[in-house]
């Protein structure tokens, strides 16, 4: 499939075993970045009206090593909410080769921080301070095997002989799975998978390794940044693969299975940054992105496992409880606006401008 999410009117599929509209339990948005200062202000508020949690990432500059940092900035977030939203950021940690096992052991007695997140040194935006080989961190790992709290990894090999459209499967056969077995009560979660090889080891993976999937990755496929010219806002890391990639997650996130859940990735840049000699990786999707999971679900017939993947899996591995209230999503079709904000500081949306047939009811962009 290309740029186009699936017309509904042409997969009568679409809503089987479903009235027009669904009602779910409040969702959770298991991998987010908010950024901070201005940005945070312009974003936060998309997520927070839909989403009862967020696993917010580290990757700010400077990036949010410490528990103390973290707890500064999840102060920052909840000031930038709007009134009376219910929401609640979940906080990581940024692991460097620095990173003692004190501050993982800090991390787990808060309430407030989540996980501890792995960069790849290179790898992604705001990742020169990260880690320069995860096997090589041992009392970290110890510490996080011990402690239970999970380990969210951006799963790509930063070797820069390897093609760009390798750098997952790589780095999972020479990295990731090499750890899973050195450390048998590791909890992780491979982040945004995009290979069918992702998919496929995780579901394979015993119940302590989990993987979030990107609306991005369920729409499209790598065609979706050429279509027509050089789309920089079909860019993000890890950069969208093939059609038969794209299957496979969708066939893995409408499965059933309890290790697949929802994180967006939805990753904010400024129209400048993207519209570069050298652009920026990142889509932010967070004020489409449960209309768009919901265009992929019903794209395979399975609406009525949209719930699981949206919220309950990822609150069950993260030990939370379900969240309390629900959201509607309206048989209604509508066109998110193209852009948030105006001119160089403006930020794509994901889907803007297209026929999206599901809306979150009372809530605003
Ligand atoms: C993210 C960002 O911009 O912070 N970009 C992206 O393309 N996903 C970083 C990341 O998650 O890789
Ligand atoms: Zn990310």
Request: aromatic share 8%; glycine share 6%; charged share 25%.
């Given at each position: ?111 407030h921080v989540a996980g501890i997140k792995v960069y790849p040194r ?138 697949f859940f929802l994180g967006t990735d939805s990753a904010p840049h400024t129209r400048d940054s993207k519209e ?90």
């Amino acid at each position: 499939m290309t740029e186009n999410p699936p017309d509904a009117a042409e997969h009568p599929g679409a809503t089987r075993g479903s009235s027009a509209s669904l009602e779910i339990t409040r969702p959770d948005d298991w991998h987010l970045h908010l950024r901070d200062g201005a940005l945070l202000e312009r974003v936060v508020p998309a997520t927070a009206r839909r989403f009862g949690r967020a696993i917010v990432m580290p990757n700010l500059v400077p990036a949010v090593t410490t528990v103390e940092a973290a707890l500064a900035y999840r102060g920052r977030i909840l000031a930038a909410c709007p009134e009376n939203a219910d929401f609640e950021p979940l906080m990581t940690l940024y692991l460097t080769d620095e990173t003692p096992a004190s501050e993982i052991e800090a991390a787990a007695k808060s309430p407030h921080v989540a996980g501890i997140k792995v960069y790849p040194r290179g790898a992604t935006t705001h990742s020169s301070e990260g880690v320069s080989d995860l096997a090589a961190c041992v009392s970290v790992l110890e510490a996080l095997a011990s402690c239970g709290l999970p380990l969210l990894v951006h799963g790509e090999t930063t070797a820069p002989e390897c093609d760009v459209f390798d750098r997952e499967r790589v780095y999972l056969e020479e990295t990731l799975s090499k750890v899973i077995d050195r450390y048998p009560t590791l909890r992780v979660v491979f982040e945004h998978i995009t290979t069918r090889e992702a998919a496929a080891f995780v579901r394979e993976a015993p119940a302590r390794v989990a993987a979030t999937i990107t609306p991005q990755h369920l729409l499209l496929n790598r065609n979706a940044i050429f279509e027509g010219g050089l789309r920089p806002h079909h860019y993000c890391l890890p950069v969208l693969k093939r059609e038969r990639d794209r299957l496979a997650l969708l066939a893995a996130a409408t499965s059933g299975d309890p290790s697949f859940f929802l994180g967006t990735d939805s990753a904010p840049h400024t129209r400048d940054s993207k519209e570069s000699d050298c652009g920026c990786a990142g889509i932010y999707s967070a004020p489409v992105a449960l209309e768009a999971y919901a265009e992929a679900f019903a794209s395979a017939g399975a609406l009525d496992r949209l719930e699981g993947f949206a919220s309950c899996f990822g609150a069950d591995f993260y030990g939370l409880p379900h969240n309390a209230s629900r959201v509607r999503l309206a048989e209604q079709p509508w066109s998110p606006p193209d852009w948030n904000g105006e001119g160089e500081s403006a930020i794509r949306v994901f889907l803007g401008g297209q026929r999206l047939r599901y809306r979150v009811e009372d809530a605003r962009l």
